[in-house]
């Protein structure tokens, strides 16, 4: 069935009545977005291509060592014990993005989305080089299969799959470190199942993705693109046309029309297949090809450009766009809130770890002497170098006894070890439950970990009653 | 353009029949991608039916987790050697393996039998009892004491040791501790 000449607001432009997939081969664009656009793309590219080469100390930039349970982000290592700092990390990019959409709508879709980033500045370009323009790609997919239709797809498909392999490989790179990834590479996959299967599959579902599916991920996958609703309003700056100034439309030489002379070019260089004259519409990613491709037809019937635009639709209708409103003081006060939040607990984290459980069995030990309260203290040292460690107790009392965990201890590179804390009161002492705190002091360093215990045993009463 | 001017006017039947809030929809049919996911899912469930309850082909939970359990266990209990009376003496004259088990225990067993064994006869206030006398208190054979490191002693305060140190470490305290007795 053949689709409409035009995008229809009431159906996906993408799939036809009968289910079949519409493929989309957008015209080339140029102009001030569409440069700023590349840059930018290339720019996130090279970020993601170069991390794990950086090194900062003695890791990776970003390296998410999961094997050795170390995760290393610019110089800082976490362990996993320090994983509920994942809160804020989530929730911070959360009200980052809740912020930013609710000012300017899908700004991360068409600029920052790695979906868009990788398809609109590699792959696409890739194709655009092999098979042509848009009505040059059009015309090979009608075509039969003829030695040039054979020799151009066969290119274009081992150039996707070895880029797609390219960039699976290096997102392993951040998990394993580029050295290791090297060592797998020049042995063979049954050293290692587990990671050449991921790469395997990630690298199929990368060419299949960003080969074949591209659009039909942001439209129908996405949930972002769903919430958009949700978070922007009229006062969010979107991508739209003006249609005070637009319409109607009409040809370029008829002086009742307005602006818009109808050439369509704003159709055909979407990427989603809509025509934004339409209005704001779920497929919207924001990409701005459409103002470059308006613009530059305005400039060559030498009318105003910004018929299509980044505005709100209170702006688009005439109006002032309101930039401050409670949707945007609410999403940055939260943001500002998590960021404060988040600061201060990346500060509190320190190059080791401190743990501290009592020992299984009994809680209480009650002897002829003394009531007993055992505790192992697990330290985890997060340096590649050797720490030393000593332990204070605040809180005690005057015939508290502690033995065990004295003096300094050493833990290892990147090790952990468990020390027993053996802490005793003497019967005719007990007078209760008391609360302790644990200091752990590192050696050379200015730091210290805290830790609130309690010293429990029996009832005094019944401890003096009992007595031997 | 009106709202009412973008839209299509729906052709009589490619509406479906309910509406919410004024809201109706298009009859329209799904992506063929979206339906081929679908197709993928029964031929999977034909497939995990045949090979699970069918075929007879995999290990039964039962077996399969309890043979799980026993290769953790054997891993944990793991020894270059058999756990044997005769063994541990043997152990206790190799000055390598006291010299580990030296360090296990001034560690974590110092805290209570103090590094020198000796516990509450070299220091009464100490917590554990003598190492190095023939007073046992939980019995004198070394796999006894084995025993005791490995699985503690609750009710007196003895932690187990076994989950901490492992089979060839615990091992090697053992071996130290019976580096101060005589060997029969």
């Given at each position: 069935?053949?689709?409409?000449?035009?995008?229809?607001?009431?159906s996906?432009?993408?799939?036809?009545?009968?289910?079949?997939?519409?493929?989309?081969?957008?015209?080339?664009?140029?102009?001030?977005?569409?440069?700023?656009?590349?840059?930018?793309?290339?720019?996130?590219?090279?970020?993601?291509?170069?991390?794990?080469?950086?090194?900062?100390?003695?890791n990776?930039?970003?390296f998410?060592?999961?094997g050795?349970?170390?995760?290393?982000?610019?110089g800082l290592t976490?362990?996993?014990?320090?994983a509920?700092?994942?809160?804020?990390?989530?929730?911070?990019?959360?009200?980052?993005?809740?912020f930013?959409?609710?000012l300017?709508?899908?700004?991360?879709?068409?600029?920052?989305?790695?979906?868009?980033?990788?398809?609109?500045?590699?792959?696409?370009?890739?194709?655009?080089?092999?098979?042509g323009?848009?009505?040059?790609?059009?015309?090979?997919?009608?075509?039969?299969?003829?030695?040039?239709?054979?020799?151009?797809?066969?290119?274009?498909?081992?150039?996707?799959?070895?880029?797609?392999?390219?960039i699976?490989?290096?997102?392993?790179?951040?998990?394993?470190?580029?050295?290791?990834?090297?060592?797998?590479?020049?042995?063979?996959?049954?050293?290692?199942?587990g990671?050449?299967?991921f790469?395997?599959?990630?690298?199929?579902?990368?060419?299949?993705?960003?080969?074949?599916?591209?659009e039909?991920?942001?439209?129908?996958?996405?949930?972002y693109?769903?919430?958009?609703?949700a978070?922007?309003?009229?006062?969010?700056?979107?991508?739209?046309?003006?249609?005070?100034?637009?319409?109607p439309?009409?040809?370029?030489?008829?002086?009742?029309?307005?602006?818009?002379?109808?050439?369509?070019?704003?159709?055909?260089?979407?990427?989603?297949?809509?025509?934004?004259?339409?209005?704001?519409?779920?497929?919207?990613?924001?990409?701005?090809?459409?103002?470059?491709?308006?613009?530059e037809?305005?400039?060559?019937?030498?009318?105003?450009?910004?018929?299509?635009?980044?505005?709100?639709?209170?702006?688009?209708?005439?109006?002032?766009?309101?930039?401050?409103?409670?949707r945007?003081?609410?999403?940055?006060?939260?943001?500002?809130?998590?960021?404060?939040?988040?600061?201060?607990?990346?500060s509190?984290?320190?190059?080791?770890?401190?743990?501290v459980?009592?020992?299984t069995g009994?809680?209480?030990?009650?002897?002829?002497?003394a009531?007993?309260?055992?505790?192992?203290?697990?330290?985890?040292?997060?340096?590649?170098?050797?720490?030393?460690?000593?332990?204070?107790?605040?809180?005690a009392?005057?015939?508290?006894?502690?033995?065990?965990?004295?003096?300094?201890?050493?833990?290892?590179?990147l090790?952990?070890?468990?020390?027993?804390?053996?802490?005793q009161?003497?019967?005719?002492e007990?007078?209760?439950?008391?609360?302790?705190?644990?200091?752990?002091?590192?050696?050379?360093?200015?730091?210290?970990?805290r830790?609130?215990?309690?010293?429990?045993?029996?009832?005094?009463?019944?401890?003096?009653?009992?007595?031997? | 353009?009106?709202d009412?001017?973008?839209?299509?006017?729906?052709?009589?039947?490619?509406?479906?029949?309910?509406?919410?809030?004024?809201?109706?929809?298009?009859?329209?049919?799904?992506?063929?991608?979206?339906?081929?996911?679908?197709?993928?899912?029964?031929?999977?469930?034909?497939?995990?039916?045949?090979?699970?309850a069918q075929?007879?082909?995999?290990?039964?939970?039962?077996?399969?987790?309890?043979?799980?359990?026993a290769?953790?266990?054997?891993?944990?209990?793991?020894?270059?050697?058999?756990?044997?009376?005769a063994?541990?003496?043997?152990?206790?004259?190799?000055?390598?393996?006291?010299?580990?088990?030296?360090?296990?225990?001034?560690?974590?067993?110092?805290?209570?039998?103090?590094?020198?064994?000796?516990?509450?006869?070299?220091?009464?206030?100490?917590i554990?009892?003598?190492?190095?006398?023939?007073?046992?208190?939980?019995?004198?054979?070394?796999?006894?004491?084995?025993?005791?490191?490995?699985?503690?002693?609750?009710?007196?305060?003895?932690?187990?040791?076994?989950?901490?140190?492992?089979?060839?470490?615990?091992?090697?305290?053992?071996?130290?501790?019976l580096?101060?007795h005589?060997a029969?």
């Open positions: 069935m053949p689709k409409p000449s035009r995008p229809s607001i009431d996906v432009t993408t799939i036809r009545d009968d289910g079949s997939r519409f493929f989309l081969h957008p015209a080339d664009v140029r102009g001030f977005f569409s440069k700023h656009r590349r840059w930018t793309g290339l720019l996130l590219i090279a970020i993601y291509l170069s991390l794990p080469w950086i090194d900062i100390g003695d990776p930039a970003v998410l060592d999961v050795g349970r170390r995760f290393h982000l610019f976490l362990a996993f014990q320090d509920w700092l994942l809160f804020f990390a989530i929730t911070g990019l959360g009200f980052a993005l809740f930013v959409t609710s300017l709508g899908r700004l991360w879709c068409g600029w920052a989305c790695p979906q868009t980033v990788f398809l609109e500045h590699v792959y696409r370009p890739i194709e655009r080089f092999i098979e323009d848009a009505v040059q790609r059009r015309r090979l997919d009608a075509s039969s299969w003829t030695k040039e239709k054979i020799l151009k797809r066969t290119a274009k498909q081992i150039a996707f799959v070895t880029v797609s392999a390219v699976s490989h290096l997102f392993l790179a951040y998990y394993v470190s580029l050295a290791e990834l090297w060592d797998m590479m020049h042995t063979a996959p049954k050293e290692h199942w990671a050449f299967l790469v395997f599959v990630f690298t199929g579902v990368n060419y299949f993705n960003f080969a074949w599916f591209r039909q991920l942001c439209i129908v996958i996405c949930p693109g769903r919430l958009q609703s978070l922007t309003d009229e006062n969010t700056v979107v991508i739209g046309y003006d249609e005070q100034r637009g319409e439309r009409g040809h370029v030489t008829d002086p009742e029309a307005g602006a818009c002379i109808d050439c369509n070019r704003c159709v055909q260089v979407c990427p989603t297949g809509i025509d934004i004259r339409h209005g704001l519409q779920l497929e919207c990613i924001g990409c701005s090809a459409c103002i470059d491709a308006c613009d037809i305005m400039t060559k019937v030498k009318r105003p450009t910004g018929l299509i635009r980044y505005d709100s639709l209170n702006g688009l209708e005439g109006g002032e766009t309101q930039w401050i409103r409670p945007t003081i609410m999403y940055s006060i939260l943001l500002l809130v998590g960021m404060a939040v988040a600061g201060w607990s990346i509190t984290v320190r190059p080791a770890n401190m743990g459980t009592r020992i009994a809680p209480y030990i009650v002897s002829d002497e009531v007993r309260n055992q505790y192992l203290v697990r330290i985890v040292n997060k340096r590649e170098t050797v720490q030393s460690f000593s332990l204070e107790v605040i809180g009392p005057a015939a508290f006894t502690l033995t065990g965990f004295t003096g300094m201890v050493e833990v290892g590179p090790g952990e070890e468990v020390f027993p804390l053996v802490m009161v003497p019967r005719s007990y007078t209760g439950k008391f609360p302790l705190e644990l200091v752990l002091h590192a050696g050379a360093e200015e730091f210290e970990l830790r609130e215990i309690e010293f429990i045993g029996p009832d005094p009463k019944l401890l003096r009653e009992d007595s031997p | 353009m009106s009412s001017e973008r839209h299509t006017p729906p052709v009589e039947g490619s509406v479906r029949k309910h509406v919410y809030d004024g809201i109706e929809e298009y009859n329209k049919r799904l992506p063929n991608w979206w339906l081929f996911t679908l197709y993928i899912t029964i031929a999977f469930s034909i497939a995990y039916w045949f090979y699970y075929s007879g082909l995999p290990e039964e939970d039962g077996p399969r987790v309890e043979a799980e359990i290769r953790i266990e054997a891993e944990r209990m793991k020894t270059s050697f058999e756990l044997t009376d063994n541990l003496w043997a152990m206790s004259q190799q000055a390598l393996i006291i010299e580990e088990g030296k360090t296990s225990f001034n560690s974590l067993c110092a805290a209570c039998h103090l590094p020198s064994l000796k516990g509450k006869t070299e220091n009464p206030a100490a554990g009892p003598d190492l190095t006398d023939e007073e046992w208190v939980h019995g004198a054979e070394p796999m006894a004491l084995y025993g005791v490191v490995d699985k503690g002693v609750l009710l007196k305060g003895m932690p187990a040791w076994g989950p901490v140190l492992g089979a060839e470490k615990s091992a090697a305290v053992v071996a130290y501790i580096s101060y005589e029969p």
